[in-house]
């Protein structure tokens, strides 16, 4: 099959949806035709005939009797003066019956004939309708016009015909759709290695040839990026590397100079010497932390012993809150005794989070780390007594370089501790939930991995 427009497939389906309506109406009046020849339904011909057959018999017959009537047919009979005998008709309609038949010579009505049997003292009127019925008095009753049920019929068919040619094209059309949205989501990932096959509709295939362009001039593109990011990354690292050794010899010799005597002034200036170094070298360590890509490093899983890790955690965090003059408090009970993770990126993550809630704890505040595992997962959850997180925080804390202008704007805060530590966690498999304590009214921040 070669190449469609798409007004040639609608049109397609079009005709054949026009096809399918005739060939239904076709078939329909095909059986209603035989159902006539085959006397299932009655028309308004052999009904006409069929009364006049039993004309002469109902006019010489000694009384009228239900057998001889047509069985379509009603039947008033009156005496010669108009007095109402018997009937199927009610009383209530014989006596316009007898006006409009009999006095009048009418022999129609809105949807009835009306034949006049004159009999020996007596006149019968037979009623029938003008529809064509069915021949079965049930069906009759249930269906007063056989032409009404044919055109429901023809209708309902015609209706879930629609119904299902519409569903077919449908599913021919958003199958061959399906091939954009995939193409999209792929380039919305990022995934630029995929190929895509034809629809055969020439609208489509024009949009998926400006998929594939699209794609290739977004391929070259960002692997330029991704190149000039990878260089600059690799100046970066190289640059912060160089920068510690000056720095390590800075602090060193400011150190040995304090060890000296000095006078005030002398040792004011060594001070600064040593503050400033010391700042250098947090800058260049957070240098290095920016030039690291978390989404290419390979964890190094081992079994560690939980106990040793806390109790590590613990010497590391117990100094910097007692500077500050922050009460810490270990709630570490229940807990696996060995877990998969890697040591060093476990332990990163923790320091990060613990030291995150230090720069944000005011003196004399506190500082609870609670860990326990529930079902699969290790939980390590760090409360503190600040001010908690924003709206914004709860919301782009764990992305890079995020700085909260409120109430996270230390000089030391470069808005990638949380990153890193969320980085972690999901390396791990588990994650990181930001929220703020109920309790303490300061923030509370979940480090997941599975056990």
């Known amino acids: ?83 109402y005998v018997d009937g199927s008709i009610p009383q209530q309609e014989s006596i316009s019956i007898w006006e409009n038949c009999v006095e009048n010579r009418q022999a129609t009505g809105k949807s009835h004939l009306y034949t006049v049997i004159e009999r020996e003292n007596e006149v019968l009127v037979l009623r029938y309708s003008t529809a064509a019925q069915f021949s079965n008095q049930t069906l009759r009753r249930v269906f007063p016009s056989a032409d009404l049920v044919l055109i429901a019929v023809v209708v309902l068919e015609i209706l879930c015909l629609l119904v299902a040619i519409s569903f077919l094209f449908g599913k021919y059309l958003g199958k061959r759709m399906e091939k954009l949205l995939v193409a999209a989501h792929k380039i919305e990932q990022q995934n630029l290695e995929f190929t895509t096959d034809k629809t055969k509709i020439a609208e489509i295939d024009r949009v998926l040839d400006a998929f594939d362009h699209m ?112 009460t810490l408090h270990w709630n570490c009970v229940q807990y696996p005794m060995v877990v998969s993770a890697d040591h060093d990126f476990l332990i990163r993550a923790l320091m990060n989070v613990l030291s995150n809630a230090v720069e944000h704890t005011p003196q004399g505040g506190e500082i609870t780390l609670d860990v326990f595992q529930h079902e699969k997962m290790l939980s390590f959850v760090i409360t503190d007594t600040g001010k908690g997180f924003s709206a914004e925080a709860l919301k782009h804390g764990m992305e890079q370089f995020f700085m909260e202008d409120e109430s996270r704007n230390s000089k030391s805060h470069y808005g990638i501790g949380l990153y890193v530590a969320a980085s972690v966690a999901q390396k791990h498999g588990g994650q990181l939930i930001l929220e703020n304590s109920q309790a303490t009214g300061g923030a509370k921040v979940t480090l997941e991995i599975p056990v």
């Open 215 to 326: 794609k290739l001039a977004l391929k070259e593109s960002l692997a330029k990026q991704w190149q000039d990011d990878k260089m600059r990354q690799e100046q970066l690292a190289a640059l912060a590397h160089d920068l510690k050794t000056p720095l390590t010899i800075i602090r060193g010799n400011t150190e040995l100079l304090l060890d000296l005597p000095l006078s005030d002034e002398q040792k004011e200036c060594a001070n600064y010497i040593e503050t400033s170094a010391v700042q250098m070298q947090n800058y260049v360590q957070t240098l290095i932390e920016v030039t690291k890509s978390w989404e290419s490093t390979q964890l190094n899983l081992q079994k560690i012993d939980v106990s040793s890790l806390l109790q590590e955690t613990k010497n590391q965090i117990s100094g910097l809150c007692a500077v500050n003059s922050i």
């Open 1 to 83: 099959m070669g190449v469609k427009k798409l007004h040639t497939v609608f049109f397609q389906y079009v005709s054949f949806l026009a096809l399918m309506i005739l060939l239904v109406i076709g078939v329909n009046l095909g059986g209603y035709i035989l159902c006539v020849n085959n006397g299932f339904i009655l028309p308004l011909n052999q009904k006409s005939a069929a009364v006049e057959n039993a004309k002469g018999t109902l006019q010489s017959a000694a009384a009228v009797e239900q057998e001889d009537i047509p069985s379509f047919c009603e039947y008033v009979l009156f005496t010669n003066e108009g007095q």
